[in-house]
T-cell receptor, first 111, second 112 residues
Framework: NAGVMQNPRHLVRRRGQEARLRCSPM?????VYWYRQLPEEGLKFMVY????????ESGMPKERFSAEFPKEGPSILRIQQVVRGDSAAYFC?????????FGPGTRLLVL | GESVGLHLPTLSVQEGDNSIINCAYS??????FIWYKQESGKGPQFIID?????DKRQGQRVTVLLNKTVKHLSLQIAATQPGDSAVYFC???????????FGKGTSLLVTP
């Protein structure tokens, strides 16, 4: 059983470009969470989704950030018009309402 | 606001010794707690969890203790090995299926 998959593992963008981060949950998991981690910091919750529904987006900035988890395909975290402050590691986790299992993360660098 | 915090940012132990990593939480409504291990460049790896109706739970070489009276959580690692070197995070939430609130982490360094 493959774990949580994320791609790309590393992403470099220039200011003003768009970043699209993908997450494929573990097989059988219908709950997906996105977290952001700055260097030497803990993970900060961004958004919690179930299939085709956003359940809680209280941790996601209101502007430029969006997330989806379509019926088919991976969950996508989209950051429009990236700024240097968006540079961080973005982790996806999935669960079946028990333990959250994390993917390897996408490290975004904004130049 | 509500927060989860760790007492010590770094912990150095000798190989073979036992390690204890502590965590304080402030949300008295929290009923689910979890420990993760994160190695450099990797995602958090589940270690062990515990619900608020328990005081202690044991896994392989690890034990989690929960003291709800003082809102304190600890992770004990027996016979610490070099492979245990990593950053350890405690996290909590009000129920499974909800967002986890992470502490800042404790860096564990195991010396030979």
């Amino acid at each position: 059983n493959a774990g949580v998959m994320q791609n790309p593992r590393h992403l470099v963008r220039r200011r003003g470009q768009e970043a699209r981060l993908r997450c494929s949950p573990m097989k059988g998991h219908s709950h997906v969470y996105w977290y952001r981690q700055l260097p030497e910091e803990g993970l900060k919750f961004m958004v919690y989704l179930q299939k085709e529904n956003i359940i809680d987006e209280s941790g996601m900035p209101k502007e430029r950030f969006s997330a989806e988890f379509p019926k088919e395909g991976p969950s996508i975290l989209r950051i429009q018009q990236v700024v240097r402050g968006d540079s961080a590691a973005y982790f996806c986790a999935s669960s079946t309402k028990e333990t959250q299992y994390f993917g390897p993360g996408t490290r975004l660098l904004v130049l | 606001g509500e927060s989860v915090g760790l007492h010590l940012p770094t912990l150095s132990v000798q190989e073979g010794d036992n390690s204890i990593i502590n965590c304080a939480y402030s949300n008295s409504a929290s009923d689910y707690f979890i420990w993760y291990k994160q190695e450099s460049g990797k995602g958090p790896q589940f270690i062990i969890d515990i619900r608020s109706n328990m005081d202690k739970r044991q896994g392989q070489r690890v034990t989690v203790l929960l003291n709800k009276t003082v809102k304190h959580l600890s992770l004990q690692i027996a016979a610490t090995q070099p492979g245990d070197s990593a950053v350890y995070f405690c996290a909590e939430n009000k129920d499974t299926g909800y967002a986890l609130n992470f502490g800042k982490g404790t860096s564990l360094l195991v010396t030979p």
